[in-house]
């Protein structure tokens, strides 16, 4: 379980309040008759908010905002004060992640801390002609074949505006989160050897004119599928917290973290094995992949309508993201048919069966450390919402595909067709691929 505490202190004029997260990840194991495979779990975050000591609702706080007696601060945190700002923001909503990203537990990576650098990104030459960039709003980086030609553009560092979305270099504008494009954005109060200390994630519907990525910010941006994010800092959360994005720098200009794997915003996936989801539906489908590192929360959309095959992103372990020496998968949130992407991709109210709270959950990675076998689970989304279930049913096709799963009416099947309520991991050999069919029976 992860708990995020905003502790709002009170003073006779003015106090801060400062979110706290503690980041616990668990993976559950699918075993096989040779191997154990770890696929990963769930976790549930509860956020608690106190005022003197005091514990406090939510609707308190986001009451708060709204009348002027709470506002956020340019450092991130939330203060309160006697006088009534003149222009308050709009309701605060906290967000929280109910799934980790763990693809397996290996065998310990030597992976030596970094020292603090001077810099947060190495400088890149600015290339010397001044080109249009394109409406983030109306830019779609992926053509009518699947491909992403902008995403293998070198993002140039200190071009745009932090208050400006890069449109043009892969990443996709988000404009149903409110923050500008932005999939989310993270505010550090410090950094130190041990991390970044005291991360505060800017609420959606925040800045919907992208105000909120300002100085000494993360900013992270979606990918198109097949494709992943490269830009997130070598320093983490000193509480584990992943952090992810481009970061705004004193000047107030964007530049790729200095742990980016690449000079790239977006990469692709693996080369090894293929991941695809196919619908036989009637109504389209939303998966919702979930922003990491970074926020955490399952903002990134891919919506399949009927007759449609896409791809999802599939990263290969060894040279992607590490969480605490571990290596990472890529996790999507499977909402019900005829959910609009709106309502899927976007954290919820914490009621029904959509967003974080979609009733399947599939993780997927290539193993490139250990076994040379991609991995792909299919999982129920617990703690969260144990009991949804999709109103449609899943196969797992294709030849190389070890154990593949099958969903059907809340229960997961294994290729015996044994019956698991909490889910199913499929192996998948070197070079195949994978093709996941939503059907209606």
Request: net charge negative; glycine share 10%; proline share 8%.
């Amino acid at each position: 379980m992860r708990y995020s505490t905003v502790v709002i202190a009170a003073a006779a004029a003015t106090a801060l309040a400062k979110p706290h997260g503690h980041a616990h990840h668990h993976a559950a194991v699918a075993k096989r008759a040779d191997a154990a495979v770890y696929v990963p779990g769930p976790v549930e975050t509860v956020v608690i908010y106190e005022l003197n000591g005091h514990s406090i609702s939510e609707e308190d706080v986001r009451n708060g905002i709204a009348n002027g007696t709470l506002t956020w601060g340019e450092d991130g945190s939330l203060s309160s004060s006697a006088a009534v700002a003149p222009t308050p923001p709009p309701p605060a909503k906290t967000q929280a992640v109910e799934i980790n990203h763990v693809a397996q537990e290996p065998q310990p990576v030597e992976q030596s801390e970094p020292e603090p650098p001077a810099s947060i990104s190495e400088p890149m030459e600015q290339p010397s002609e001044n080109v249009q960039a394109p409406d983030p709003m109306s830019y779609h980086p992926v053509g009518d074949d699947g491909s992403c030609p902008d995403c293998d553009k070198d993002f140039p560092n200190r071009k745009f505006n932090c208050s400006e979305f890069p449109a043009g270099y892969g990443a996709f504008h988000l404009g149903n989160e409110g923050l500008g494009g932005w999939s989310g954005i993270q505010a550090p109060a410090k950094r130190d050897v041990a991390g970044y200390h005291d991360i505060m994630t800017v609420p959606t519907g925040s800045c919907p004119g992208g105000e909120c990525c300002s100085k000494g910010r993360f900013c992270s941006y979606a990918c198109p599928n097949p494709y992943l994010k490269m830009s997130f800092p070598k320093l983490q959360g000193a509480r584990k917290e992943s952090v992810g994005g481009l970061f705004c720098n004193q000047d107030g200009k964007l530049e790729m973290a200095d742990g980016s794997l690449s000079k790239t915003l977006c990469g692709k996936g693996s080369s090894r094995v293929k991941v695809m989801v196919q619908s036989k539906l009637s109504k389209p489908v939303s998966l919702c992949r979930t922003d990491y590192p970074g926020t955490e929360s399952e903002t990134l959309p891919l919506t399949i309508n009927s007759g449609e095959t896409k791809e999802l992103a599939n990263p290969d372990q060894k040279s992607y993201y590490f969480w605490d020496n571990k290596p990472t998968s890529a996790q999507y949130y499977v909402n019900n048919q005829g959910v609009s992407e709106a309502q899927a991709c976007t954290w919820g109210s914490g009621q029904g069966d959509t967003g974080n709270r979609a009733p399947v959950n599939i993780g997927t990675s290539f193993d490139d450390i250990l076994s040379n076998m991609g991995y792909t689970g299919l999982l129920q989304n617990k703690p969260t919402n144990p009991d949804a279930k999709l109103n449609f049913v899943i196969r797992f096709m294709g030849d190389g595909v070890s154990n593949p799963c099958s969903y059907k009416d809340g229960q997961y099947y294994n290729a015996d067709g044994v019956g698991n309520p909490d889910g199913c991991t499929a192996s998948i050999a070197d070079g195949k691929t994978l093709t996941i069919v939503f059907t209606d029976n």
